[in-house]
């Protein structure tokens, strides 16, 4: 339900999980609130960033509509498209009658490991892969920002991002993609929505994915139709990943 106006305005910066709230809370109590956008679409990560199978765009699309029937101002409207410090300062914000700034223009800069090689054509950052794949629609044949789609795919990270990027992989036709975490395999599921069972099988809840850890393990993931793994194998991998970055180059699979 619309709640009455209190006539103070006040500018969302990102329309992420972070703005969407506040704008919604905001909202709820009177306030004229606007989000404003970088890209074309409102979502934040929720739309480039997770994927469609682990997070439908129907979903968020349906908490967007729910915040313009509150009287946000929001995605297709006048704001969309608009870099809060290059088209409009956070000084003109308040000239133009906001009573409050929110930022929340999210944590999405990659990191890079400063390693040979990271300037190499088919490097992304998992950034840029997830972004081209779920908003982009670098899947189609007809889109503007297509990626890559290789047979073998490397992936170096072992949390959620790095498992989004793997599993789009697989999905845009990779053969064989591995996970390269430079902690042991203990360490790799705290960090994702995994579980390891009790005879060392591992569920990724994905399909084929090769894990590389410094405890010296490639373990592939096989998955039944009902989310079981199927079976794993292990070989000798020649060197560890630690955290110093030259220590990659070491990597060698007998």
Known sequence: EKAVSNGIKVAVVGSGPAGLTCASDLAKKGYQVSIFEALHTAGGVLVYGIPEFRLPKA???????????????????????????????????????????????GAGLPMF?????????????????????????????EA???????????????????????????RLGAE????????????????????????????????GLLLMTNDGALAQAMLHPRG???KVYQVTVSGTLERSPERLSAIRML
């Open 113 to 141: 490991m400063n390693i040979p090689g990271e300037s190499l054509k088919g490097v992304l950052s998992a950034n840029e892969y997830l972004t081209r794949t779920n908003l982009m629609k670098a899947y189609t044949e």
């Open 176 to 207: 064989h993609v591995y996970i390269v975490y430079r902690r042991d395999v203990t360490e790799l599921v705290r960090n994702v929505p995994c579980r390891v069972y009790p005879v060392g099988r591992l569920d990724m809840y994905s399909e």
């Open 144 to 170: 503007d920002t297509p990626v890559i789609k290789s047979k073998a795919v490397a992936v170096v990270g072992g949390g959620n991002v790095a498992m989004d990027a793997a599993r789009c992989a697989m």
């Open 59 to 105: 979903i968020v699309q349906k908490e967007v509509d729910g915040l313009k029937a509150l009287g946000v101002t929001i995605a297709t409207d006048t704001v969309t498209n608009m870099v809060i410090g290059r088209v409009l300062t956070i000084d003109e914000l308040f000239e133009m009658g906001y009573k409050a700034v929110f930022v929340g223009s």
């Open 228 to 230: 079981e793994v199927d």
